[in-house]
């Protein structure tokens, strides 16, 4: 097993490689599947107590369940249980290599005050919405120093970060959203996710300084910092208008990497996306475990769901503004208590498809329910991080978000109201 562990990042980018073959055709699904349960397999023993527990429990309750719907003589193909999320892990490996074009300046001196404050919140947002959670991590380094970050850089830097799963298509949550929402446009979801976004900045920015005034330390961002986000979301939308039909997904998983290549900024080219592939691919076995315990979850619910369709039926129900309201409210609560937004998105799905919502608010639903939980909840990934990364207390981060969960989920609420 040990010889096998040194080599897992490249089963790592073979989940990435073997799907691009599958979907030209080219192989069979089974084999990118095969190297996502392979590397999950080997990662298994090396992800922390607290992410095997929460996906063994989704395991265990998805298993159960399927087991329980086939005696009722309800089967799922193996293509839903084991693969449904197969094209979301392909993106996030493919967006893990934009982690070898990270910005560095770790010899300039860190501003202060109200410039400091809208510099760092716009740079780790704009650069967070391609190159996704590695430049919150150098961000918070280069800011902490030899110290602690603040109550106030962390919640700056968690809110504006989480916020591009608003908007960006390069973020996993876009991938989600696509994928429990069919027929969802992610083009749709940019103007209503762009001023949501914008808001979540502004509103964190003066809380920011009004805990820290011109006391703030902020990060050292340069203009040409947002050089290859630039680029690479120009690219995407370019493609994506020649080919219409080739979805935003599999345009990021193409593009992502070969930028990346392109760009590095580290040499020698060779040397250093081998260590790469050997040595930060591996760091990601939490996601992958975490996806492919929620595909497995996501289904014994969808069976179970199935077996029972009068107790799950909401038909008398339309997809109302007021549903939108409760459901949002219900998936921001649960994010509270430690249940990560993907989950609580594959709980939510399958019992709203039957009303036939509109892609786009169905979309925007979930994309909310993801920027405001992993803003403000110190039970999701991002904010796990802070607490074991940069020690901040979990219950800090609560006290500090709380109303900042409840008045973006207004502001949702709001949007989709009036204009979705």
Request: a positive charge.
């Amino acid at each position: 097993m040990k010889a096998i562990q040194k080599h897992v990042g490249w089963f790592v980018l073979g989940t990435l490689v073997f799907y691009l073959l599958s979907f030209a055709q080219w192989a069979p699904l089974w084999l990118p599947t095969l190297f996502a349960w392979g590397a999950n397999i080997v990662m298994w023993q090396a992800l922390p107590k607290g992410a095997r527990r929460q996906v063994s429990i989704l395991m265990g309750i998805g298993i159960a369940a399927l087991i329980f719907a086939a005696s009722k003589g309800v089967w799922m193909t193996w293509q839903q249980v084991l693969a449904v999320n197969i094209p979301l892990l392909a993106m996030f490996v493919a967006v893990s290599f934009l982690d070898l074009t990270g910005p560095t300046d770790a010899k300039r001196p860190l501003p202060k005050g109200l410039k400091a404050i809208i510099n760092t919140a716009f740079g780790v947002h704009l650069l967070g919405s391609v190159i996704n959670l590695s430049v919150l991590m150098i961000f918070a380094d280069r800011i902490k120093g030899s110290g602690k970050l603040t109550h106030a850089q962390q919640f700056l830097l968690s809110r504006c970060f989480a916020a591009t799963a608003w908007w960006s298509p390069f973020f996993i949550a876009t991938g989600v959203a696509i994928t429990y929402s069919p027929g969802m446009k992610w083009q749709d979801t940019v103007i209503p996710g762009v001023c949501m976004a914008v808001i979540a900045i502004i509103l964190s920015s003066i809380n920011a300084y009004r805990h820290t005034n011109e006391e703030f330390q902020g990060y050292p961002i340069r203009l040409e910092s947002l050089f290859i986000p630039s680029c690479l979301a120009g690219a995407v939308i370019l493609f994506h208008y020649f080919w219409p039909t080739t979805s935003i997904l599999v345009l990021i998983c193409l593009l992502s990497p070969s930028t990346a290549i392109l760009f590095m900024s580290t040499k020698p080219r060779g040397k250093t996306l081998f260590h790469f592939i050997d040595h930060k691919l591996p760091l990601i076995g939490s996601q992958f475990a975490l996806f492919l315990g929620a595909g497995i979850f996501s289904n014994g619910i969808a069976a179970i769901i199935l077996c029972y369709p009068e107790l799950f039926n909401l038909q008398s129900f339309n997809f109302s503004p007021l549903l939108f309201s409760t459901v949002l409210a219900g998936m921001i609560l649960i994010s509270y208590l430690g249940i990560h937004p993907l989950v609580s998105i594959a709980i939510v799905s399958p019992m709203l498809l039957p009303l036939q919502p509109h892609p786009t608010q169905l979309g925007f639903l979930f994309l909310s329910a993801w920027a405001i939980s992993a803003g403000s909840s110190a039970l999701t990934g991002l904010g796990l991080l802070m607490t074991s990364r940069y020690g901040i207390p979990a219950k800090a981060i609560m006290a500090n978000n709380w109303y900042y969960a409840l008045i973006m989920w207004l502001l949702c609420t709001l949007t989709n109201w009036l204009f979705l």
